[in-house]
């Protein structure tokens, strides 16, 4: 099986939709913290309230692909697209209100399970049905039919660990379906690391260890914007022998000091010349320390050299509303 991680992703919202006020407490209160849920005894509230936010969403989410109408050939089409529009999604505020996963109770009044997600199977949310025993003939005919992505059991003993882990599975392919065509173009040309097993691994690594809750496909220098919980900005730099190759031509063509070009020919340093459009410039001199860090490893199917800076606050045009902040308004009512 092939490891892949989403270009973008950050937390979002699970809808709990059940006409018993008592489970919905109860479940609410036992899910996983990480897991944030909003809770609807009605299910005709829940839908408008989903449908709002989709709208909302479909109003900030603004990834494009362009292609070259001037070009007739389709096999010759040019294709643009702005790879920034990706991290400047973190300057969306309502990103955290994002619905990705619905669990969902099949006997309720208004609606059943099955109505809802009927009503529902246009939107890119995963859905799971949460169901009691005599409604299990009904969830297999469901996900058969492609309503729905999981079906739970309420008596099963394991089954809040389940539910948990299958949100947090579903939540990640909740943003690989939004961005797998996106992803897929990019593997071809200058990002081919994202299809990468050994990096997948190393992002997962990266963000268990420093607490990263978000992240972003970055341009240039090609990489991933991380940010924490408090909205901190880190960026992985990723780099190969050949594009390090390239850092050495360019510092060599401006005169860069003999220790840097050294460093970048033996793949020892990482660079983010920040300050001059991500390339060595006149100038700099021996200040090319201060836009380097030590070359760590990844193998994969190639060998990576990457490091973390901390991303310089213009490139996100000041602070971010941070996941923490979230939570807090979110408390407050």
Request: one cysteine or more; a negative charge.
């Amino acid at each position: 099986m092939t490891i892949q991680f989403p270009i973008y992703q950050h937390p979002t919202l699970t809808f709990l939709i059940d006409d018993s006020p008592i489970f919905l407490k109860s479940l609410s209160f036992q899910l996983d913290p990480k897991i944030v849920s909003r809770t609807f005894r009605d299910a005709e509230e829940a839908l408008a309230s989903l449908l709002r936010l989709h709208q909302q969403d479909a109003n900030n989410l603004s990834l494009r692909v362009n292609y070259d109408e001037q070009v007739l050939s389709q096999d010759r089409c040019t294709i643009a697209v702005d790879i920034d529009q990706l991290y400047r999604q973190a300057r969306n505020p309502h990103r955290f209100s994002t619905p990705s996963v619905l669990v969902i109770d099949y006997a309720m009044p208004q609606m059943n399970g099955l109505q809802f997600c009927q009503a529902v199977q246009h939107l890119p949310c995963k859905k799971i049905m949460f169901t009691g025993e005599g409604d299990e003939k009904v969830a297999v005919d469901a996900f058969n039919r492609g309503l729905i992505d999981r079906f739970l059991k309420k008596g099963d003993d394991d089954a809040l660990d389940r539910l948990e882990s299958e949100i947090l599975d579903l939540q990640q392919q909740f943003f690989s379906g939004q961005s797998e065509s996106l992803r897929q173009l990019l593997v071809l040309h200058s990002f081919s690391f994202l299809s990468d097993a050994a990096v997948a691994r190393l992002v997962s690594s990266l963000s268990a260890r420093y607490g990263f809750v978000e992240h972003y496909l970055f341009p240039n220098p090609s990489g991933i914007l991380f940010l924490d919980k408090n909205g901190r900005a880190t960026l992985l730099v990723m780099e190969t022998e050949s594009s390090l190759i390239s850092h050495f031509e360019v510092a060599r063509d401006n005169n860069a000091p003999p220790e840097l070009l050294a460093s970048l020919v033996q793949c020892q340093v990482v660079p983010f010349f920040f300050d001059h459009d991500g390339w060595y410039a006149p100038g700099i001199g021996n200040d090319w320390l201060s836009y380097c860090l030590p070359a760590q490893t990844c193998r994969g199917r190639q060998t990576y050299y990457w490091a973390l800076f901390d991303l310089p606050a213009r490139y996100l045009q000041g602070p971010l509303y941070s996941y923490t902040q979230y939570l807090h308004d979110q408390a407050l009512g």
